[in-house]
């Protein structure tokens, strides 16, 4: 609930300071992600393979998120 | 077949399941990659999209009622709280405690549909439509993909309810509770990234 609440963003006067708090959301969000699979899916006792595969997922899903929101800057 | 030892380690108050325990069928966790796969093309497709035309897309975000969003999202962890609780019970044999924490979950589950009605309502009565523009077509087409996925896990979870209570908790019965408990929490992880793409507005 912290991490919602957490996310919940009010403007920036900036575009910098704009995109790095949309960084920010992401971060969050996948953070609550890895929660969700570690806590309430017990994935953190699961065999390597499933943990492997799941962490995988949200690190590269967020990293993709994460790079496609940054393509006006490159 | 004896059950009885593989259980006996997870048959204790607060215990952990085993290490190397896959948290339901392992079948099950195929469909469920599959689904957060294909969750993730929709990801992606939205933000590339969005890269295209960003203040098309921040604009339409304001319109978004932000206070359905975020009580939408307290329900959806509410619910996976609830069934993942209902989950620990089962495993300590406390059947009538887990299944009083599915239909919770359930309940939970049914607000969101709920509030989820109230805002397409809103916005459809603003003339907001999945025509208006690309950014609600995918508002529209995720969060209702998504919705879909809820009413199929409340019909899981709702089944569940009464599973739990319908003979021994062996192996293959928790198996298949933490199956579909997994299947509610995908569910639920999935609304966390449509919330911050969707919702948050920067």
């Known amino acids: ?74 | 077949m004896n059950y009885g030892a593989e259980l006996h380690s997870s048959k204790c108050r607060g215990c952990e399941p085993q290490v190397d325990h896959v948290p339901g069928e392992p079948g099950v966790w195929v469909l469920l990659f599959g689904d957060m796969l294909i969750f993730s093309v929709f990801f992606v497709t939205y933000a590339v999209h969005r890269g295209d035309n960003v203040d098309l897309y921040r604009q339409s975000q304001s319109h978004l009622n932000q206070v359905f969003g975020i009580l939408n999202t307290f329900l959806m962890l509410s619910s996976s709280w609830c069934v993942a609780n209902a989950v620990e019970m089962a495993r300590m044999e406390r059947t009538a405690s887990s299944a009083r924490l599915f239909r919770l979950g359930l309940l939970c589950g049914l607000c969101f549909v709920v509030v989820k009605c109230f805002e397409y309502g809103e916005k459809v009565r603003y003339g907001i439509t999945p025509s208006t523009n690309e950014f609600f077509m995918y508002y529209y087409l995720f969060t209702g993909i998504h919705l879909m996925h809820v009413v199929v896990g409340m019909a899981v979870v709702g089944i569940l309810s009464s599973y739990v209570q319908k003979g021994v908790i062996d192996a293959r019965r928790l198996r298949n509770i933490e199956s579909g408990a997994s299947f509610w929490h995908v569910v639920d992880l999935l609304w966390i990234v449509l919330f911050a793409l969707f919702y948050i507005a920067v």
């Open chain 1, 1 to 74: 609930m912290a991490a919602t609440i957490l996310s919940w963003e009010t403007g920036h006067a900036s575009s910098t300071g704009r995109h790095y708090a949309e960084i920010a959301v992401l971060i969050v969000a996948f953070v609550k992600v890895r929660i969700v699979l570690m806590e309430f899916i017990e994935v953190r006792s699961a065999p390597v393979i499933l943990k492997v595969l799941a962490q995988a997922w949200a690190i590269g899903v967020c990293a993709v998120l994460i790079a496609i929101y940054g393509r006006p800057w490159w």
